[in-house]
C-alpha cells in the first residue's frame, strides 16, 4: 500500500518568510495524484495545491507552489511571502489514478507556526 | 458552486448513546462520498465512503456504520457509542469526474 511520510511535525516562519515542507510518498504506480490540504485551527480540510504525476512542470497557485520530484519521489510545498493566515496544519495526500474510490492516503501532517 | 454541509458541529455524548451524523451536498450530483476520522494532532483515518445510493464501504472495521439514504446524503451512526470514538469527523465529496476531493466542516465528537 501507498505510504505518506510527513518528516516535519513542527515548522516556523518569519512573517514575510519562505517555507518549505516535505513530503515523500512510496508508491509502485507511475501515474498518481498528490495534494496538499491546509487545517487551520477551524479544522476543516482546505485544497491548497494539486499536482498531477504525469505533468513534469511543478504546480503554483499564487504563493504557494510544490517542488516535484518524481524520481525521488518527493512532493515539497513552498509558501513565499508568509503571512499569519498561513498558520496551520498541512497535509501532503497521495491518490492513484488507477485505484478505487477509497485510495486517498495522508500524511501525518506538519503544523506550521508564522511568527510576525 | 458545490457545497457540503456537516451537522451537528459539535456533539457531547455519553458512552452507549447512539450516534447519527449528516453529511449532505449541494449543486453536484452522484458525488462519491467519504467519511474520515481524525484524532487530536493526527491524519485522517478513512472510515467510509461511497459510489451511490445505498453502496457503503468500509476500511476499518468499528463501532460505526454509514448509510447513504439519497443520492447527496451520507449518515454515519453507532448503536452504542465508546470512548474511543472521540475525534473529529470530517466528511468529504468528490466528482466522479476529477481527482479532488473536497471537505465539510467537521464535527466535534466528545464522548465522556
Known amino acids: 500500500a501507498q505510504t505518506v511520510t510527513q518528516s516535519q511535525p513542527e515548522m516556523s516562519v518569519q512573517e514575510a518568510e519562505t517555507v518549505t515542507l516535505s513530503c515523500t510518498y512510496d508508491?509502485?504506480?507511475?501515474?498518481?495524484?498528490l495534494f496538499w490540504y491546509k487545517q487551520p485551527p477551524s479544522r476543516q480540510m482546505i485544497l491548497v495545491i494539486r499536482?498531477?504525476?504525469?505533468?513534469?512542470q511543478n504546480a503554483t497557485e499564487n504563493r504557494f507552489s510544490v517542488n516535484f520530484q518524481k524520481a525521488a519521489k518527493s512532493f515539497s510545498l513552498k509558501i513565499s511571502d508568509s503571512q499569519l493566515g498561513d498558520a496551520a496544519m498541512y497535509f501532503c495526500?497521495?491518490?492513484?489514478?488507477?485505484?478505487?474510490?477509497?485510495?486517498?492516503?495522508f500524511g501525518a501532517g506538519t503544523r506550521l507556526t508564522v511568527k510576525p | 458552486s458545490q457545497t457540503i454541509h456537516q451537522w451537528p458541529a459539535t456533539l457531547v455524548q455519553p458512552v452507549g448513546s447512539p450516534l447519527s451524523l449528516e453529511c449532505t451536498v449541494e449543486?453536484?450530483?452522484?458525488?462519491?462520498l467519504y467519511w474520515y476520522r481524525q484524532a487530536a494532532g493526527r491524519g485522517l483515518q478513512l472510515l467510509f465512503y461511497?459510489?451511490?445510493?445505498?453502496?457503503i464501504s468500509s476500511e476499518v472495521p468499528q463501532n460505526l456504520s454509514a448509510s447513504r439514504p439519497q443520492d447527496r446524503q451520507f449518515i454515519l451512526s453507532s448503536k452504542k457509542l465508546l470512548l474511543s470514538d472521540s475525534g473529529f469527523y470530517l466528511c468529504?465529496?468528490?466528482?466522479?469526474?476529477?481527482?479532488?476531493?473536497?471537505f465539510g466542516p467537521g464535527t466535534r465528537l466528545l464522548v465522556l
Open positions: 495526500a497521495y491518490r492513484s489514478a488507477w485505484g478505487n474510490n477509497n485510495d486517498m492516503r
Open positions: 499536482q498531477e504525476a504525469y505533468k513534469q
Open positions: 449543486g453536484t450530483s452522484n458525488p462519491n
Open positions: 508508491t509502485s504506480e507511475s501515474d498518481y495524484y
Open positions: 468529504a465529496w468528490r466528482s466522479s469526474r476529477e481527482e479532488t476531493q473536497y
Open positions: 461511497s459510489v451511490g445510493i445505498g453502496q
